[in-house]
T-cell receptor
Framework: DGGITQSPKYLFRKEGQNVTLSCEQN?????MYWYRQDPGQGLRLIYY???????QKGDIAEGYSVSREKKESFPLTVTSAQKNPTAFYLC?????????????????FGDGTRLSIL | AQKITQTQPGMFVQEKEAVTLDCTYD???????LFWYKQPSSGEMIFLIY??????QNATEGRYSLNFQKARKSANLVISASQLGDSAMYFC???????????FGKGTRLHILP
């Protein structure tokens, strides 16, 4: 079955450590996204990518980095510069907007990764 | 800039009653899409319903309908005959703009009472 796989499900980070969250999709989607969700809050956009080898900062990109070397994969690195990384991280993918006047399709989401500080 | 506002942080509704979850949006782009997602306590995001800015009819999907009032920039979700399993967090989202971002509101936590 097609879908989005995020791993690991739970992740613990030590002080000063970088950690990488994996996101893989087999839906043949061009666009991929990373969101952060704090308890009881909405989703905030970290980074997004519409095409391989290209990505843009979202609303809260500081302290995070991404790469998009393959269409299927969009890993997120939480760097030591992110001082409050404890959150639920969701990866999503979608078809690109087909054109002006056709606002496009919804996203498919992975099951998320819960990141905590040790 | 695009913005989504959900003004109801929490709602309590009796089982079998209809419920309306509010969503207003702001965008200067004429082409956009509006979505509603359900997030149970397990955390996964479940797509419920979609409305395109050029759609003439309100979207419906089973017990879900979207009350789209373009002039007011509102896209309220209506759930008919609520069930206990509808208890969850509900998010309104918008896609559009030159950079084709997808942004979310802060959500409404819905509690269905038996």
């Amino acid at each position: 079955d097609g879908g989005i796989t995020q791993s690991p499900k739970y992740l613990f980070r030590k002080e000063g450590q970088n950690v990488t969250l994996s996101c893989e999709q087999n839906l043949n989607h061009d666009a991929m996204y990373w969101y952060r969700q704090d308890p009881g809050q909405g989703l905030r956009l970290i980074y997004y990518s519409h095409i391989v080898n290209d990505f843009q900062k979202g609303d809260i990109a500081e302290g995070y980095s991404v790469s998009r070397e393959k269409k299927e994969s969009f890993p997120l690195t939480v760097t030591s510069a992110q001082k409050n990384p404890t959150a639920f991280y969701l990866c999503a993918s979608s078809s690109n907007q087909p054109g002006q006047g056709t606002p496009g399709k919804p996203q498919h989401f992975g099951d998320g990764t819960r990141l905590s500080i040790l | 800039a695009q913005k989504i506002t959900q003004t109801q942080p929490g709602m309590f509704v009796q089982e079998k009653e209809a419920v309306t979850l509010d969503c207003t949006y702001d965008t200067s782009d004429p082409s956009y899409g509006l979505f509603w997602y359900k997030q149970p306590s397990s955390g996964e995001m479940i797509f419920l319903i979609y409305q395109g800015s050029y759609d003439q009819q309100n979207a419906t999907e089973g017990r879900y309908s979207l009350n789209f009032q373009k002039a007011r920039k509102s896209a309220n979700l209506v759930i008919s005959a609520s069930q206990l399993g509808d208890s969850a967090m509900y998010f309104c989202a918008m896609r559009g703009g030159r950079d084709d971002k997808i942004i979310f509101g802060k959500g409404t936590r819905l509690h269905i009472l038996p």
